[in-house]
Nanobody
Framework: QVQLVESGGGLVQAGGSLRLSCAAS????????FGWFRQARGKEREFVGK????????YYADSVKGRFTISRDNAKNTVYLQMDSLKLEDTAVYYC?????????????????WGQGTQVTVSS
């Protein structure tokens, strides 16, 4: 099973930027889809964005489109979530997820492997 470890969370002011990292342990990830999700206090876990490992194709939730960017470093087995123009509403625990196949939907249940999460807090 793929092990995922997120890092890079912290406190940032509204309008600022933060980059999260997700280190994946394993052989190769050809055919894999990596996703980012977030869960605010008292709220449901929601989709943020996803990326295909082989081609780097991305897809984002409307709430973050134009502000967040997902990328991956093949040599480092790491995926990134670059967050710009952060808003108070972005405050949440952010989770990295992975699935060995192309995930056609944006649901939590589509992903088999999950990281432990990293807290992102946006202040005014």
């Amino acid at each position: 099973q793929v092990q995922l470890v997120e890092s890079g969370g912290g406190l940032v002011q509204a309008g600022g930027s933060l980059r999260l990292s997700c280190a994946a342990s394993g052989r190769t990830f050809s055919g894999y889809t990596f996703g980012w999700f977030r869960q605010a206090r008292g709220k449901e876990r929601e989709f943020v964005g996803k990326i295909t490992w082989s081609r780097g194709n991305t897809y984002y939730a409307d709430s973050v489109k134009g502000r967040f960017t997902i990328s991956r470093d093949n040599a480092k087995n790491t995926v990134y979530l670059q967050m710009d123009s952060l808003k108070l509403e972005d405050t949440a625990v952010y989770y990295c997820a992975a699935d060995p196949a192309w995930v056609v939907t944006t649901k939590v249940g589509d992903f088999r492997s999950w990281g432990q999460g990293t807290q992102v807090t946006v202040s005014s």
